[in-house]
Nanobody, 126 residues
């Protein structure tokens, strides 16, 4: 059974940083595509960043240059380093996993991911 547990959310001022972590209980973690998604109140869930089994990454345009996704295969942990945070980054952030090694152009689509965490709140004030 796959379990994903996010941590690291919180409240910060604009311009500050946060690092989100996702502890994954996944056999063959390195074979999975992993992603970070977010959902703000009244909005649809959107893909923020993804990383495939080979380490290839994809980012939402609005976070490019500010967010970095990475994974620690030895520790089965996914990370999202978020720098230069803006108020519009405020949302619940979710970790997701799919047993597909590579999702290509669909890497930021929520419907492509089979497993989800419970989410962690990120609030950025101006």
């Amino acid at each position: 059974q796959v379990q994903l547990t996010e941590s690291g959310g919180g409240s910060v001022q604009a311009g500050q940083s946060l690092r989100l972590s996702c502890a994954a209980s996944i056999y063959a973690f390195t074979d999975y595509s992993m992603g970070w998604f977010r959902q703000a109140p009244g909005k649809e869930r959107e893909g923020v960043a993804s990383i495939d089994s080979g380490g290839g990454t994809t980012y939402l345009d609005s976070v490019k240059g500010r967010f970095t996704i990475s994974k620690d295969s030895a520790g089965n942990t996914l990370y999202l380093q978020m720098d230069s945070l803006k108020p519009e980054d405020t949302a619940v952030y979710y970790c997701a996993a799919d047993p597909s090694r590579w999702l290509g152009a669909n890497a930021l689509l929520p419907k492509e991911y089979k497993y989800w965490g419970q989410g962690t709140q990120v609030t950025v004030s101006s």
